[in-house]
């Protein structure tokens, strides 16, 4: 556990107090909590000779899949990118904050933004054929006996282009992923798992925000701990 001086309780907490107004879902209280895992995370980053102004890929990683059960590499790169918005390739405390507010918390409409950015595998603003046939590749396991896998995922993806290019231009856009979610919640994570699920969701937020009772009021404890 990190412990903190006065100084840097009350740093984090006016820190928090800025972010509290521009990240929507979580409370300030719950902001500290977060600012102090991000440190306690960046901590251990530094001790392994590694970044020392934000999350690199590598740790992040890690929190993905020890802690909310993401296994498929391009997924998690993909994941990646819709945290880091300035494309720095580090993972900065807003960033972060910003980023778990939509992975836990979202609503669906900011559910859809990040499913269609990380599909999006070259950020060209719209998912290509190619792109969901990568995608599945990596993400639908393959068959005993099945003599021609690619085209079996061939099939699908023609099927999904039918099902969600509205505007049939061949292209997935943003439009045509959001209108086919918003039609049919389960395309939500249709070319593989970006979103961490209920329980695993529990489990950090539980981890984090460890509520205890204190003089008859609900309060938060922050007991910042290893992720990754």
């Not at 296994?71 to 720095?88: L, P």
């Not at 990040?114 to 068959?143: G, P, T, W």
């Not at 961490?196 to 008859?216: A, M, N, R």
């Amino acid at each position: 556990m990190l412990q903190m001086s006065a100084k840097s309780r009350k740093a984090t907490q006016a820190q928090a107090e800025t972010l509290a107004k521009k990240v929507e879902h979580f409370t300030k209280i719950e902001i500290e909590c977060l600012i102090q895992t991000f440190n306690v995370l960046q901590a251990e980053q530094v001790g392994r000779g590694k970044a020392s102004h934000g999350l690199d890929r590598w740790t992040f990683r890690g929190i993905l899949q020890n802690t909310f059960g993401l296994t498929n590499a391009m997924m998690i790169d993909g994941v990646f990118r819709s945290f880091d918005k300035d494309g720095d390739g580090i993972i900065n405390v807003e960033e972060w904050i910003e980023g778990l507010s939509v992975l836990l918390r979202g609503t669906l409409d900011e559910k859809i933004k990040h499913c269609f950015q990380v599909y999006d595998l070259n950020d060209d603003k719209v998912i290509a054929r190619e792109e969901i046939c990568h995608m599945l590749k990596q993400s639908l396991l393959k068959q005993p006996n099945e003599e021609d896998p690619d085209e079996a995922i061939k099939d699908v993806v023609e099927i999904t282009m039918k099902r969600m290019d509205h505007d049939h231009d061949g292209l997935l856009s943003f439009k045509d992923f959001e209108k086919s979610v918003q039609k049919e919640n389960l395309l939500l994570q249709a070319f593989g798992t970006c979103l961490p699920d209920p329980t695993s969701i529990e489990k950090f937020e539980h981890l984090v925000f460890q509520e205890q009772q204190e003089q008859g009021n609900n309060s938060y404890s922050c007991t910042p701990s290893t992720l990754s």
